[in-house]
Nanobody, 125 residues
Framework: QLQLVESGGGLVQPGGSLRLSCAAS????????IGWFRQAPGKEREAVSV????????NYADSVKGRFTISRDNTKNTVYLQMNSLKPEDTAVYYC??????????????????WGQGTQVTVSS
């Protein structure tokens, strides 16, 4: 069974950090570009970051540049999202998803096939 499972979410104070993980089972994650998306209550889902299959190429939404870092360990079949200097506006459910290609359309959620169930991130004092 093909599955993506996100973990690492939680409640953190503004300025704090979290590291999200996206673990794959049933398939080899290294064959895929992986994107992180998030959706806050009442808002549309938005792209956060993307990493190519090899890990050699990455991209970020302007809102998280300089604060978030995406990485992957294909030996562990896992992609990570290190989130630092968190702000209340980062509060959302975070999802990882797979796509076959890395390109300029990385932010389009319809380009992605498999999705995880999401992990909640809440930034609040």
């Amino acid at each position: 069974q093909l599955q993506l499972v996100e973990s690492g979410g939680g409640l953190v104070q503004p300025g704090g950090s979290l590291r999200l993980s996206c673990a794959a089972s049933g398939f080899t994650l290294g064959y895929y570009t992986i994107g992180w998306f998030r959706q806050a209550p009442g808002k549309e889902r938005e792209a956060v970051s993307v990493i190519s299959g090899s890990g050699g190429s990455t991209n970020y939404a302007d809102s998280v540049k300089g604060r978030f870092t995406i990485s992957r360990d294909n030996t562990k079949n896992t992609v990570y999202l290190q989130m630092n200097s968190l702000k209340p506006e980062d509060t959302a459910v975070y999802y990882c998803a797979t796509t076959r290609k890395y390109g300029s359309g990385w932010y389009r959620d319809y380009e992605y096939g498999y999705w995880g169930q999401g992990t909640q991130v809440t930034v609040s004092s």
